[in-house]
């Protein structure tokens, strides 16, 4: 799943991505969270 994550990343305008791809509380952060 990282893999297909970092490909898709190097194909937009995304300008950092952070993989933890550790532990048991995996999670999604959007853009528009407060």
């Known amino acids: 799943v ?3 994550i970092m ?3 190097g194909n ?4 950092r ?3 933890e ?3 048991k509380s995996p999670l999604v952060v959007f ?3 407060d």
């Open 2 to 4: 990282g893999k297909k």
């Open 7 to 9: 490909v898709a990343a």
């Open 12 to 15: 937009t305008n995304l300008k």
């Open 17 to 19: 991505v952070t993989l």
């Open 21 to 23: 791809l550790g532990g």
């Open 31 to 33: 853009d528009d969270f």
